[in-house]
T-cell receptor
């Protein structure tokens, strides 16, 4: 089945460690996105990528890094520089990021807990 | 900065009632809007979208209204069911030189009681 897959669903890490969240899509979408969601809050954009080997910072990129070496994959690394990394992370993809607009499809999320 | 927001964080309705969820946006250049539904512990799911050249769009039991004059968006759910209980987000497609991305509001939690 086509879709967007995030793994793992739950992730625990010790404070000070870097951790990488996986996002894979087989929808042949050009654009991919990472959002962070805190309890009772909306989604805040971390990074997005229009095409392979290119990505842009969103509103809250500090403490995060990404790569887009393949069209299907857009991993997010939460670094030790991120001061409050515990959150629900959502990955999304869309057919094109330019006009005409289309909706983004979301994965099921990764809940990261840093202890 | 420019952002999309919702008027009420929570909305409680009885089963069978109609629900109206509101959203105000500030970027007058935005030309595409989406409503998403998010159930607990899951990713958002697309409900309905609307482009700025339209005032109204209907789906199955849902209607989105767009008022560009006051930069207001609403989602109407007819005959609300317990399965409609979730958090609803409006999202605005915004562009800059780097490309486009969806910007989300904070969400409205809809609770439907039987």
């Amino acid at each position: 089945d086509g879709g967007i897959t995030q793994s793992p669903k739950y992730l625990f890490r010790k404070e000070g460690q870097n951790v990488t969240l996986s996002c894979e899509q087989n929808l042949n979408h050009d654009a991919m996105y990472w959002y962070r969601q805190d309890p009772g809050q909306g989604l805040r954009l971390i990074y997005y990528s229009q095409i392979v080997n290119d990505f842009q910072k969103g509103d809250i990129a500090e403490g995060y890094s990404v790569s887009r070496e393949k069209k299907e994959s857009f991993p997010l690394t939460v670094t030790s520089a991120q001061k409050n990394p515990t959150a629900f992370y959502l990955c999304a993809s869309s057919i094109v990021s330019q006009r005409p607009n289309t909706e983004a499809f979301f994965g099921q999320g990764t809940r990261l807990t840093v202890v | 900065g420019e952002s999309v927001g919702l008027h009420l964080p929570t909305l409680s309705v009885q089963e069978g009632d109609n629900s109206i969820i509101n959203c105000a946006y500030s970027n007058s250049a935005s030309d595409y809007f989406i409503w998403y539904k998010q159930e607990s512990g899951k990713g958002p799911q697309f409900i309905i979208d609307i482009r700025s050249n339209m005032d109204k769009r209907q789906g199955q039991r849902v209607t989105v209204l767009l008022n560009k004059t006051v930069k207001h968006l609403s989602l109407q759910i007819a005959a609300t069911q317990p399965g409609d209980s979730a958090v609803y987000f409006c999202a605005e497609n915004t562009s800059n030189q780097a490309g486009t991305a969806l910007i989300f509001g904070k969400g409205t939690t809809l609770s439907v009681s039987s």
